[in-house]
């Protein structure tokens, strides 16, 4: 239970940081920008204008959903293996 809940406060917390990023500027002076007055990237411009914007973001949701699957059915295998293992050393 608490394992599920520091995984969730760290990905609220990477979440957040996020939202904030520190750079260097050309005069090499530290700042601190708004994820929201981010120059616009040109890359990003013409792929949202052809529509293809969606194919990326799509790809990339399908990969993390994979990802988290991934993990979430490796942790149950390693549940389960540590309660046979613990069953187990009982027994003797």
């Known amino acids: 239970m608490y394992k599920k809940v520091y995984a969730l406060l760290f990905l609220l917390s ?3 940081a996020g939202t904030v990023v520190h750079a260097q500027d050309s005069t090499g002076q530290l700042r601190t920008v708004d ?3 981010v120059q616009r990237i040109e890359m990003a411009d013409q792929l ?3 529509g293809k914007i969606y194919v990326v973001v799509t ?3 399908i990969i ?3 990802l988290i699957l991934y993990v979430a059915r490796l942790d149950r295998k390693i549940t389960r293996l540590e309660k046979e293992a ?3 050393g009982n027994k003797k």
Do not use: E, M, P, Q
């Open 59 to 61: 790809v990339v949701v």
């Open 86 to 88: 613990s069953a187990s």
């Open 14 to 16: 990477c979440w957040f």
């Open 35 to 37: 994820s929201a007055s």
């Open 48 to 50: 949202r204008a052809n």
């Open 64 to 66: 993390l959903l994979g």
